[in-house]
């Protein structure tokens, strides 16, 4: 007698099912706030040489399912390891976050060697931790959008305003376009390995989305977006894929009809009254719980989690932060939030 295998909840959610309890995954779940990623990262060294090692990137991704059972498990990795495919080097230094060199202000990525095999060790994390993911956890990968990912490589860096990437999109539209059309391309290969190796569904995280005009929303974030989806549903229509704008705010229903993606992440910004009503019609969204609520606690927290609960009474939901865990995340508030929303 076969035995049935366990629903993945949250991959259930992706394709419109409604649940009256929904499932719940963090983003940056697998981190700096959990004492045994710290330990793992003080033995192995640098980011980087973490995401580049795929037993130890096993070993990250699966720690927080261990330890409180999400329904989810986010591939570790970065979204820059597609600029340090196209031939872009990269490093991280400490405190102060990632570098990139030679930023495109000063040079030209078309000369640059394209070194696509610096992503094999994240595939093959995706083959370990798919091996190893219990039956019912659905298993998330991810990339940058192609508009944040260029913000970085433009720069060299993160920056506040997204000044030189802005500017360069506005001054050398042609330059700036292929390099979006190159990340493009690159991305629609790399989430399609990753879902060959075993992921359930992939996100898009466009974490600076929020500094651009409407017109350039549009051309930045919306096309590039979509033209990712339509490359990746004519190799893997079965295959749901969440977009995240953060920052999108009004942008945001424009977003959601134009993309094709199938389902959309909220960051913290966004009303969800506002959101439930705006959205296309049953289409499923993920959030969108302040991070900082979390590292509060108590009843600022209780109430948080309450109104978001409350404001998706007939829509596909999951329940996770407007963007990444903090560092000082105390570990208690997490166990509490998984049991305000799992328990009510």
Do not use: C
Not at 4 to 11: A, W
Not at 292 to 303: K, M, R
């Amino acid at each position: 007698m076969a035995t049935e295998t366990p629903q993945r909840k949250l991959l259930a959610t992706l394709r419109g099912q409604k649940f009256d309890t929904p499932p719940i995954w963090l983003m940056r779940q697998a981190g700096r706030y959990l004492p045994e990623y710290r330990e793992l990262r003080a033995q192995k060294g640098g980011f980087l040489e973490l995401a580049y090692d795929s037993d130890a990137a096993t070993e990250i991704t699966l720690q927080p399912i261990r330890r409180f059972g999400f329904d989810g498990a986010i591939l570790f990795s970065d979204i820059l390891v597609v600029p340090h495919a196209m031939g872009q080097d990269l490093w991280f230094e400490t405190g102060e976050g990632p570098r990139l060199a030679p930023k495109l202000t000063d040079a030209d990525w078309r000369d640059f060697t394209p070194m696509p095999q610096r992503l094999d060790p994240v595939i093959e994390t995706v083959r370990k931790v798919r091996a190893a993911l219990p039956a019912e956890t659905t298993f998330l990968g991810f990339a940058g959008s192609p508009w944040t990912v260029a913000t970085y490589m433009v720069a060299g860096q993160g920056s506040k305003d997204h000044a030189e990437a802005r500017a360069m999109a506005y001054g050398d539209p042609s330059r700036f376009g292929a390099l979006i059309d190159a990340i493009v391309d690159v991305t629609i290969d790399y989430l399609s390995r990753q879902i060959a190796a075993g992921v359930d569904a992939v996100q898009l995280f466009d974490s600076w989305a929020g500094s651009l005009s409407p017109v350039q929303f549009e051309r930045w974030v919306i096309a590039p977006n979509a033209a990712i989806i339509a490359g990746l549903k004519a190799r893997h229509p079965d295959t749901p894929i969440i977009g995240f704008p953060k920052g999108a705010g009004g942008k945001l229903p424009a977003y959601a009809r134009e993309i094709g993606a199938d389902a959309i992440g909220l960051d913290e910004t966004v009303d969800p009254i506002w959101a439930n009503a705006s959205l296309p019609q049953g289409m499923p969204v993920q959030g969108n719980l302040d991070p900082l609520a979390l590292v509060a606690g108590g009843d600022a927290l209780e109430v948080a989690v309450k109104q978001i609960l409350a404001a998706f009474p007939d829509r596909p939901h999951i329940f996770n932060l407007g963007h990444g865990i903090v560092p000082h995340a105390p570990i208690a508030h997490v166990e509490k939030l998984l049991s305000l929303v799992r328990e009510g």
